[in-house]
């Protein structure tokens, strides 16, 4: 019964998608439609995704109808421009005249103009229910990786980020601010951190260091990993449930201590002891009680009976750490600030795929598939959160809809707009060959385009090669098992 309640929950979430998808596309679409209807265009069909229709049905003269291949729609209208290589053969009347040039502009741009007062119904309801923000505040650096950039640059656990190439940071993730997005979103050979690095007498000395960076491998057919220096943000190491007969049993460690040091040693992250366990050297730990006392016990990790002999197999403690949910909060931003928003996350994302220095690059954008795919694991989170989420989102795709169809290029609504306003500037409408030229390779580009961000898209959903064995939950004696 419980599978089956999964299968449509699952089922359900991506009904869901789907619907806000068409949700969106049917309202730009809209737009057109019903400037054509006011400017007294010819209208001949209103089609939810390309492709031959699955579904058709004539309405007042206008063909209704959902496409096979799921992405976009359009609006099919003679008297704009001739896309039948995009959206088919249109019926034409014999005695239709040509549109005003003004009329042309209004009509190209009703559909930009549409998405974006989506956008803002949008934005007036996260701004009423609220919006979830769960950021991982604090730039405190709690563990760095062997043999990594930070670890070669000199930067240590402990160090405070104050600023990355020179833009103050105050948080670890979040809003393309924290310390995680600045360094993804790096350019050059080096990243300049601004660090606060603790002293033996209690103060703190502010010291820039030049780190370089590395780019994990990733397999061909998924996107190329982003910019990573070998950094983890400080958190409490606090024991967990302890296991029975467990090196941590045996050394008296109790639920809810918090680790503060290891050798003499501050430890800032759970990361730091997990690494030092592998060896299974004996260690001292510093403890914390829950009631402030301090306590010293000596430990030696040891490997599990049922992990003898296993690929992967290491010394470790015999306890799970105390999990660390996020403090979610709800903010309320006005609806202006959140297009403002959503404005300069689109403009910092092209800036950062068109600068030469950038590791980001045309792959990292995400098509429907993509999109589809962050909008489902929103859906799934609970606590009336993930709803929440989707309606914020929802907020920056109608923005960067509007946005990207705006702009000045062939084939989309802004490139129809360039043409109207040249029309009226020449008292004739642009033609010639070169046009239909130019028209014609940017649809091609776009169809590759889409099909290329579409493979990464599901790149990323297959995810790549683990050949790593599983290790079973860990036991400390035969009588155990």
Not at 44 to 50: A, L, M, P, T, V
Not at 264 to 286: F, N, Q, R
Not at 458 to 470: A, H, P, Q, T
């Amino acid at each position: 019964m419980t599978a089956i309640l999964n299968v449509l929950q699952t089922a359900g979430i991506i009904l869901l998608v789907i619907l806000f998808f068409n949700l969106m596309i049917f309202v730009h679409e809209l737009g057109h439609f019903l400037a054509g209807k006011w400017r007294g265009a010819y209208i001949d069909r209103f089609q939810i995704w390309f492709g031959k229709p699955i579904w058709s049905k004539t309405i007042n003269g206008v063909r209704w109808g959902i496409g096979w291949i799921p992405a976009g729609g359009f609006v099919s209208l003679p008297q704009l421009d001739d896309m039948q290589n995009i959206e088919g053969k249109a019926d034409i009347p014999q005695d239709l005249r040509p549109l005003k040039a003004i009329d042309k502009v209004i009509i190209a741009a009703a559909g930009p103009l549409f998405s974006l007062l989506l956008a803002y119904v949008f934005a007036v309801i996260v701004w009423g229910v609220g919006k979830p923000t769960a950021e991982m505040q604090g730039t405190r650096i709690g563990h760095i990786a062997p043999n990594s950039a930070a670890a070669a640059a000199g930067i240590l656990p402990g160090d405070k980020i104050l600023a990355i190439d020179g833009q103050t940071v105050t948080k670890w993730a979040g809003n393309m601010e924290g310390v995680r997005e600045l360094v993804a979103m790096s350019e050059g050979e080096h990243i300049q951190f601004t660090l606060s690095r603790p002293q033996p007498d209690g103060s703190e000395q502010t010291i820039t260091i030049d780190c370089g960076y590395k780019v994990p491998e990733t397999q061909w057919w998924q996107r190329s990993a982003l910019r990573q220096v070998g950094i983890m943000p400080a958190m409490p190491a606090i024991v967990g449930d302890i296991l029975p007969d467990s090196p941590a049993a045996k050394a008296g460690l109790k639920e809810g201590q918090t680790i503060m040091a290891m050798n003499g040693k501050s430890v800032y992250t759970p990361y730091a002891v997990i690494e030092s366990t592998a060896d299974g050297v004996p260690m001292e730990l510093t403890l914390s009680n829950p009631d402030g006392t301090t306590a010293t016990t000596t430990i030696t990790p040891t490997i599990p009976v049922n992990w003898q002999g296993k690929a992967g197999a290491r010394a470790i403690l015999g306890f799970n750490w105390a999990s660390h949910t996020a403090d979610i909060r709800f903010e309320h931003p006005t609806p202006q600030a959140q297009v403002n928003q959503s404005l300069k996350w689109m403009k910092e994302t092209l800036a950062k795929v068109c600068a030469p220095g950038s590791n980001i690059g045309m792959e990292h954008l995400s098509g429907p598939v993509g999109i589809g795919s962050y909008m489902y694991q929103m859906f799934q989170a609970g606590d009336g959160i993930g709803w929440r989420l989707v309606l914020w989102f929802a907020v920056v795709l109608n923005v960067n809809l509007a946005v990207l169809n705006i702009l000045p290029l062939p084939v989309v609504d802004g490139g129809h707009v360039v043409l109207g306003i040249a029309e009226m500037l020449r008292g004739k409408p642009v033609s010639g060959k070169l046009l239909d030229w130019i028209m014609n390779g940017f649809v091609m580009f776009i169809l590759l385009f889409f099909v290329f961000v579409t493979f990464k898209d599901i790149g990323d959903l297959v995810g790549g090669k683990d050949e790593s064995e599983e290790l079973p939950p860990p036991v400390f004696t035969t009588s155990q098992q």
